[in-house]
């Protein structure tokens, strides 16, 4: 158990649709990843918070934002879906910007289905 | 920006043989290097990392990888696999300082253990 929580475990939705996941970091973490898995794209970099800003962006949709809240948690919003945004997807925390943080916890990942 | 690359997407090997796990970088700056594991339904669990110092580092359950700057690797290797060896295995690289944490993924090599 790494420690990161996220809900749902699995969300079948339509297309259109929007969603929310959930990631909490592990106890005193500040930094928040998000990253996408699909078997055509492989794990790919979403979205960076730390400590409630937003540190970096990667290959994230228009279509998709997110935010950190004040007692850390974070959340990933999904819109207008399309069958091709099915995927999983993956929250990590890591210690934040010290020195030698660079490990990052992984949860277990919301499996969203897109029908 | 850095790239990964996993040569192979499957390796098979029976039980109780070495095997290696191939990993190569590319990054016009230093890097910092990771091993991944993913178990069948589940999140990512780091396996290793190297950020500075010795070019040999090992993990708990007996995988050691070996930096090596002018080939640009990071290959992965245990001397006697078990059958709970079976999983997914990524390479990840992520670059020093603020806002560059992220880590980029290669596609996953799926090691395959057969009694």
């Known amino acids: 158990d790494s420690g990161v929580t996220q809900t749902p475990k699995h969300l079948i939705t339509a297309t259109g649709q929007r969603v929310t996941l959930r990631c909490s970091p592990r106890?005193?973490?500040?930094?928040v990843y998000w990253y996408q898995q699909s078997l055509d794209q492989g794990l790919q970099f979403l979205i960076h918070?730390?400590?409630?800003?937003?540190?970096a962006k990667g290959n994230i949709l228009e279509r998709f934002s997110a935010q950190q809240f004040p007692d850390l948690h974070s959340e990933l919003n999904l819109s207008s879906l399309e069958l091709g945004d099915s995927a999983l997807y993956f929250c990590a925390s890591s210690v934040g910007e010290l020195a030698g943080s660079y490990e990052q916890y992984f949860g277990p990942g919301t499996r969203l289905t897109v029908t | 920006a850095q790239s990964v690359t996993q040569l192979d997407s499957q390796v098979p090997v029976f039980e109780e043989a070495p095997v290696e796990l191939r990993c190569n970088y590319s990054?016009?700056?230093?890097?910092?290097l990771f091993w991944y594991v993913q178990y069948p339904n589940q999140g990512l669990q780091l396996l290793l990392k190297y950020l500075s110092g010795s070019t040999l580092v090992e993990s708990i359950n007996g995988f050691e990888a070996e930096f090596n700057k002018s080939q640009t690797s990071f290959h992965l290797r245990k001397p006697s696999v078990h059958i709970s060896d079976t999983a997914e295995y990524f390479c990840?690289?992520?670059?020093?300082?603020?806002?560059?944490?992220?880590?980029?993924f290669g596609s996953g090599t799926r090691l395959q253990v057969q009694p």
């Open positions: 106890s005193g973490d500040l930094s």
């Open positions: 990840a690289v992520s670059r020093p300082g603020t806002g560059r944490r992220a880590l980029t």
């Open positions: 918070y730390y400590n409630g800003e937003e540190r």
């Open positions: 990054s016009s700056v230093s890097v910092y």
